[in-house]
């Protein structure tokens, strides 16, 4: 045999093993694995949807989205659960609520957000979820996280948040200067309160306005549309790599120009050191990030690719949570007159017409309420998942390896079995003794902003904006409900309301 025949089988050889392998690891992923969890759990006496090959349940999840979106919902009611995650709210009737992909009884559920031995991390982001928010602080794992969270802790509690109230009121006073004149007529304030919480989260974490940042948010925004639309499309693994789909093409673009203005941003900051503009890269949350990029410790220090990372994920998320929030508030108060009343009766008594102060907000305890009950009813983050590193105990059965866990918050919220039958009702006065007693002191019944170390890092900021814009909206006008709104609620990431939300607003001051 020559050596050109020798080397030609051993290159077959090698191919012919690198084949062999990759079938192995796809088959291990895409066949074995899922039938590996059904089984385990078919022995425990837990059933569900039988798995498809490569597209697991998908197929099913978008049908089931597709019907529920396309019905119009009855009147004004808020029993939503079925219309935002219809999938699970079907298989939890089929299957019953034990049904360990979907987890929605509140011990297990602490159990599993509180993660105490580690079994339950975050699933590693791919794809187009991958594209939108990178390895940031709310997708991203272990040393790095716990470096992360300390930033922003920093950056996002006690006397940083507080520091941050005139920069919130000018926002919401910009927006009221542009409602000037709208009395009396419709106004659609998701919209607004997007503007809103965009201009809020440019000028208290990154320094700048809305406008500087309008080209981030706006591509951040068509990103999360297109990670939406292509949640439950499986695809052949690999296959991207040979032929691309048009969203696969558009993300790629989107993800490389998000990338582009924020380097833009952080060089913009640092030149201003460099001419001498400023001192330090200051105290804001892009300053404790861009100082982190410039530490001497390698132990400290952020890669350009996480401090990129970060700014998208604060940039989306620190918007796109608030704006849900306050619209939905909005709306309940807008169709609940007397509550409407009682939060602006509040209002005066504590701030008269002065604008808010940290001190007053923390005394808004109707507001509070209201708050929280729309949290219940329409909370922004609907539901959450989680991985199992290893084989578990969870209550009476033992979870294996790799199995992803849905906990849909909203089924929680809306679970009649712990809320008694009035569970659909807008009632704030069911959190007047406080969370435990409202939830029969099941407190992981109420998981808005979830549980644990991975709970919400902006919750305090969520609130103090949220308590500020309705406090300055309700000083100057009454707000009814325009005949023109649709309810909608849709799943677009967060829950957000699929016609907008269109209001009429009525001057106190010429009421008076
Ligand atoms: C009403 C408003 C908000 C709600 C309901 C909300 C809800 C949540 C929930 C449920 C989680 C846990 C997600 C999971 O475990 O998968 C979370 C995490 C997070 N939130 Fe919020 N959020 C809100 C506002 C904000 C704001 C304004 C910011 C930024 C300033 C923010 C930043 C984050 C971050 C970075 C995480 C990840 C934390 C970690 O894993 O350590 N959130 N939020």
């Not at 590996?36 to 949807?49: D, V």
């Not at 396309?70 to 029993?79: F, G, I, Q, S, V």
């Not at 919130?168 to 000037?180: G, H, P, Y």
């Amino acid at each position: 045999m020559n050596s050109t025949a020798k080397l030609l089988i051993l290159l077959t050889s090698f191919l012919c093993l690198f084949l062999l392998i990759t079938l192995f690891k796809f088959l291990h992923k895409y066949w074995w694995i899922p039938l590996r969890i059904q089984y385990a759990l078919s022995l425990q006496g837990i059933k569900g949807p039988p798995y498809e090959f490569i597209h697991g349940n998908n197929k099913a999840s978008v049908q089931f989205r597709k019907e529920a979106l396309n019905k119009p919902m009855a009147a004004l009611t808020h029993d939503i659960f079925p219309r935002v995650l219809p999938q699970f709210y079907s298989w939890t009737n089929i299957y019953g609520t034990q049904a360990q992909l979907v987890i929605s009884e509140p011990e297990l559920v602490k159990k599993v957000l509180k993660n105490i031995e580690g079994s339950f991390p975050k699933k590693k982001a791919e794809g187009f979820i991958y594209k939108l928010l990178g390895d940031g602080l709310l997708t991203t794992e272990g040393e790095k996280w716990a470096r992360h969270r300390k930033l922003a802790n920093h950056a996002f509690h006690g006397e940083s948040l507080k520091s941050m109230n005139p920069a919130i009121i000018a926002a919401v006073e910009t927006m009221l200067e542009k409602w000037k004149g709208q009395e009396g007529k419709e106004i659609e304030v998701f919209e607004q309160f997007r503007l809103l919480t965009s201009e809020v989260i440019s000028r208290t974490a990154f320094g700048s306005c809305y406008l500087e940042g309008e080209k981030i948010f706006q591509m951040l925004t068509k990103l999360s549309i297109l990670a939406t639309r292509n949640l439950y499309k499986s695809r052949i693994p690999g296959i991207s790599k040979i032929r691309k789909t048009t969203d696969e093409i558009e993300s790629e673009k989107l993800a490389k120009g998000i990338h582009e203005c924020v380097m833009e941003m952080i060089k913009k900051r640092e030149e201003k050191i460099v001419t001498g503009e400023a001192d330090s890269f200051r105290s804001d949350f892009l300053g404790l990030l861009v100082n982190a990029f410039h530490d001497s410790d390698d132990k400290n220090r952020l890669s350009l690719e996480d401090l990129v990372d970060e700014c998208k994920t604060f940039y989306f998320v620190g918007q796109e949570m608030t704006k849900s929030l306050l619209t939905w508030t909005v709306l309940l108060l807008s169709i609940h007159s007397d509550w409407q009343e009682k939060a602006r009766r509040e209002v005066i008594e504590v701030f008269g017409d002065k604008n808010p102060h940290s001190e007053g907000i923390s005394k808004l305890k109707t507001m509070n309420l209201i708050i929280y009950e729309t949290l219940r009813l329409y909370p922004p983050v609907f539901a959450i998942s989680r991985k199992v590193a290893r084989d578990v105990q969870l209550g009476k059965l033992i979870i294996p390896v790799n199995m992803e866990i849905m906990i849909p918050i909203i089924a929680l919220h809306h679970d009649p079995q712990l809320w008694g039958d009035d569970v659909h009702l807008f009632k704030p006065e069911r959190f007047a003794e406080g969370i435990a007693k409202a939830t029969k002191y099941n407190t992981a019944a109420f998981s808005p902003f979830s549980l644990g170390p991975r709970s919400c890092v902006g919750m305090g900021f969520a609130n103090t904006e949220t308590k500020i814009a309705l406090s300055m909206i309700l000083q100057r006008y009454t707000i009814t409900l325009s005949p023109a709104y649709i309810h909608a609620p849709f799943p677009q990431f967060m829950l957000q309301p699929q016609h907008g939300l269109q209001v009429m607003l009525h001057s106190l001051q010429s009421d008076a």
